[in-house]
């Protein structure tokens, strides 16, 4: 535990995962604050940082934006200097899986190296593909539409709830053990996506199906609704690597943690589902 604890900061506090650790915080009696567009707080802005680091000690690091070309060293890395010259003594970097086989033109690799040279308390989460985004993001219209097309084919991944990250996020950000790890956080087993909606699909009383299509196609689909074509690229190349078999291994990092197995898809499910988080 840091002495004479301050604010926690979290930046993209009003995520999928942020607001979760923001909940986990409170319930533990941890000051914390948001930093997002909405209160002020722009990556692209370096003059809103200030206020937002001031009176911090640890801060939840996210990159929200992975497109390529984006000067890297004028957001994270800059930051994590900034925050560290305002007085934040430890910092949780919100990656992704597998990170660390790519090379250096991965777009959270600049990131993740700030944070280790940062001279600082740090650690990094790596999780696979969130359940969550069945229910509260970019699957959820197809989950509502009953059928679910993505170029996955019969790939199996181990999605991981961002209940589990925000649980593991909140006790690095509080917790002297989790100095230097990097957690590559996943289910406890890798399942396909016709799997997942068949799960969903009973859970919810209805039909919903999971259609491969071609990944140009689906590339070319997401520039007809206004993705940007790079982003497009690199989204269904992540969705590739699950119909490819390069994203089914499983990992102990929400166990090496939290001391317990990760939630299981069936579990994330059935409270979705009563939640009626699934339209």
Do not use: C
Not at 160 to 179: F, G, K, M, Q
Request: proline share 5%.
């Amino acid at each position: 535990m840091l002495d004479g604890m301050k604010d926690i900061l979290l930046i993209g506090g009003t995520g999928k995962t942020g607001r979760r650790i923001v909940r986990h915080l409170e319930s533990a009696g941890q000051q914390v604050r948001t930093a997002s567009r909405s209160s002020g707080f722009d990556l692209d802005d370096p003059g809103t940082w200030a206020p937002a680091l001031d009176g911090v000690i640890a801060a939840y690091v996210v990159e929200p934006d992975l497109r390529p070309g984006v000067n890297r060293q004028e957001r994270i890395p800059r930051l994590v200097t900034e925050a560290v010259e305002a007085g934040v003594r430890r910092l949780v970097l919100l990656s992704a899986h597998d990170v660390g086989k790519f090379d250096d033109d991965h777009p959270l690799k600049s990131a993740e190296h700030a944070v280790r040279g940062s001279g600082v308390g740090w650690t990094i989460l790596r999780p696979t593909w969130f359940s969550q985004n069945f229910s509260e993001a970019f699957w959820l219209p197809g989950i509502k539409h009953g059928t679910l097309s993505l170029p996955t084919g019969d790939g199996r991944t181990p999605f991981v709830d961002a209940e589990d990250i925000a649980e593991v996020a909140a006790s690095a950000l509080t917790e002297d053990r989790h100095d230097g790890q990097e957690y590559q956080l996943a289910g406890p087993r890798a399942i396909s996506f016709g799997e997942a909606v068949d799960l969903i699909g009973r859970a919810t009383g209805r039909t919903i199906r999971h259609l491969d299509v071609d990944p140009d196609g689906y590339v070319e689909h997401q520039v007809a609704n206004g993705v940007p074509r790079d982003v497009a690229r690199l989204l269904t190349g992540l969705l590739v690597s699950v119909r490819e078999g390069r994203a089914a291994a499983l990992s102990d990092g929400v166990e090496r943690a939290l001391g317990r197995p990760a939630r299981p898809f069936e579990e994330y499910v059935t409270e979705a589902a009563a939640a009626g988080a699934f339209g």
